[in-house]
């Protein structure tokens, strides 16, 4: 069965400062990858997402991630946190057997000092 | 062109009651899926709807039911609610039924059971 891993439950970084959320996979085949994101009150909003290629792949807000096959990884990265970027962020790995269905990690809650 | 919309935000019911949640997607996808959001069990995914079929369902007991409907707007019915049942169930739309397609999530109805 598939599952992903986020080994941090918390992050604190401060404004401006360089982040990298960290997130482990295991899955069978070749997985499709996402990054979301969720604000207090708010749905999530997906950041980026893997399917195939080039391993570095970009996102909406300043956002990466890099696939890498080999540490079975899949890690979040911004060079410079702003204030706004504190939320709690979920990688997920979906299903290559057909749907939408989304397995998720715990998520890491993201706090940003000023 | 607006979001996916879940209604009530906000749910209050006791033990041993149902709850009826409903979803409206956003226009043109006819892809809905549900999931579960505690904090002890993370996000879950409970069902997937497409063209009124359900394709994809969790492991979660039978007390948890969903449908759709021919304008795509979803339904999901909790019986017997229990207090594990309290969480924020979310609702994600997209286009068609690929995980290579974007899923949008809305903001969630907080469910309370006493």
């Known amino acids: 069965a598939q599952s992903v891993t986020q080994p941090d439950i918390h992050i604190t970084v401060s404004e401006g400062a360089s982040l990298e959320l960290r997130c482990n996979y295991s899955?069978?085949?070749?997985?499709?990858l996402f990054w979301y994101v969720q604000s207090p009150g708010q749905g999530l909003q997906l950041l980026l997402k893997?399917?195939?290629?080039?391993?570095l792949v970009q996102g909406i807000k300043g956002f990466e991630a890099e696939f890498k096959r080999s540490q079975s990884s899949f890690n979040l990265r911004k060079p410079s946190v702003h204030w706004s970027d504190a939320a709690e962020y979920f990688c997920?790995?979906?299903?290559?057997?057909?749907?939408?269905?989304?397995?998720f990690g715990t998520g890491t809650q993201l706090k940003v000092e000023l | 062109k607006a979001g996916v919309t879940q209604t009530p935000r906000y749910l209050i019911k006791t033990r041993g009651q149902q709850v009826t949640l409903s979803c409206s997607p956003i226009s043109g996808h006819r892809s809905v899926s549900w999931y579960q959001q505690t904090p002890g069990q993370g996000l879950q995914f409970l069902f997937e709807y497409f063209s009124e079929t359900q394709r994809n369902k969790g492991n979660f007991p039978g007390r948890f039911s969903g449908r759709q409907f021919s304008n795509s707007r979803s339904e999901m019915n909790v019986s017997t609610l229990e207090l594990g049942d309290s969480a924020l169930y979310l609702c994600a739309s997209s286009g068609d039924p690929s995980i290579t397609d974007t899923q949008y999530f809305g903001p969630g109805t907080r469910l309370t059971v006493l």
């Open positions: 899955y069978g085949a070749t997985p499709y």
């Open positions: 997920a790995v979906g299903s290559t057997g057909g749907g939408n269905k989304l397995t």
């Open positions: 893997y399917f195939s290629g080039d391993t």
